[in-house]
C-alpha cells in the first residue's frame, strides 16, 4: 500500500488550539499523504527549522515535531495495538469473514501478537495463526490497516463531540493561517517541494472535513475516499452498520489510547 495515510487531527492539536501555526503543523504530514504523497517531511529536516527567526516557520516546524513524536508514541501503545486490531475484527464480522488458521476449522486468536512484535497463537499449541487480523491481509482488504483507521478517526471524533468547541477552536485556527506560508514552510523541510498543499489546506478548510466524522454515513465516504487513495477496493455500504459499535470500542479505550499523545515533549 505504500505510505499509509494518517487522518487523525483534532488528538494532536488539542493542546495547541492557541497557536494557529503550530496547529497547521500538526496536520501537514495527513495534509501531505492527501495532496501530494510522495513528499514527506522528517523530523531531521524539521528540527532546525524549530528555532527559525520567522515565528511562522518555527510554528509550523514545532507542529510537524509534535505530529511525528505523537504519532511514534501513540503507534507503540499496547492500548492502539489492541484497538486497532479489535477494530479489525468487527468489520471481519461484518463482511462475513472467518479468521484463517493453518489447521482446518480452528480459529485464530492472535488479538495483539504480531501488532506487538509477538508470535501469533492459535488454539493448537505450536501452530503459527494466519488470520487476517494478524497477517492484516484477506483478499483485496486490508483488516488491520481498517483497525488503524478506524482508530484514528474515531478518536478524533470522540474529541470533537465530547466538547463541540474543541472542533470550531480548531476551525478557527486554521482559518487564521495563510496556506501558502504554511506551504513554503514545507518546502524548506521537505526534500521535494509541492504546489498542492496549499490548495489541499483552503480545501480541508472550506469542507470542514472533520465534522463528518461526526455522522456514520459520511464518515464511511471518507473512509472509502482513504481506500482508494491508496488503491484498494471500496467497503460495501451496508458495512458501515459496524460504526457504532466501534465507536463504543474507542470509546471505552480513549483515556488509554490518548495516553500515547503526550501534550508537549518529554
Not at 500500500?1 to 497547521?24: I, T
Request: with cysteine; net charge positive; aromatic share 6%.
Amino acid at each position: 500500500m505504500g505510505r499509509d495515510p494518517r487522518v487523525n487531527y483534532l488528538a494532536h492539536a488539542l493542546p495547541f488550539l492557541d497557536r494557529p501555526y503550530f496547529v497547521a503543523g500538526t496536520a501537514v504530514p495527513d495534509w501531505l499523504a492527501v495532496a501530494d504523497r510522495p513528499v514527506r517531511v522528517r523530523a531531521k529536516h524539521a528540527a532546525p527549522l524549530e528555532h527559525a527567526d520567522d515565528p511562522r516557520l518555527a510554528a509550523v516546524a514545532g507542529g510537524v515535531l509534535q505530529h511525528l513524536r505523537d504519532d511514534r508514541r501513540f503507534h507503540e501503545t499496547r492500548a492502539f495495538a489492541e484497538t486497532a486490531l479489535e477494530l479489525a475484527a468487527v468489520v471481519r464480522r461484518a463482511l462475513g469473514e472467518e479468521d484463517r488458521c493453518q489447521v482446518p476449522g480452528v480459529r485464530c486468536q492472535a488479538a495483539v501478537g504480531r501488532a506487538l512484535g509477538e508470535e501469533d497463537r492459535c488454539q493448537v499449541p505450536g501452530v503459527r495463526c494466519q488470520s487476517a487480523a494478524g497477517a492484516a491481509t484477506a483478499g483485496t482488504i486490508p483488516f488491520f490497516f481498517l483497525g488503524h483507521l478506524l482508530v484514528e478517526v474515531l478518536l478524533d471524533a470522540e474529541l470533537a463531540a465530547e466538547d463541540t468547541a474543541r472542533l470550531a477552536a480548531y476551525e478557527r485556527a486554521l482559518a487564521a493561517v495563510e496556506p501558502g506560508v504554511v506551504q513554503d514552510a514545507v518546502n524548506r523541510m521537505a526534500v521535494r517541494p509541492t504546489v498542492r498543499l496549499a490548495p489541499m489546506i483552503g480545501l480541508f478548510c472550506r469542507e470542514r472535513i472533520l465534522r463528518d466524522y461526526l455522522e456514520d454515513a459520511k464518515l464511511w465516504v471518507r473512509l472509502n475516499q482513504v481506500l482508494r487513495r491508496v488503491g484498494l477496493d471500496r467497503l460495501p455500504d451496508d458495512a458501515a452498520a459496524v460504526l457504532p459499535i466501534a465507536r463504543q470500542v474507542v470509546r471505552s479505550r480513549r483515556r488509554e489510547l490518548l495516553a500515547g499523545i503526550p501534550a508537549a515533549p518529554g
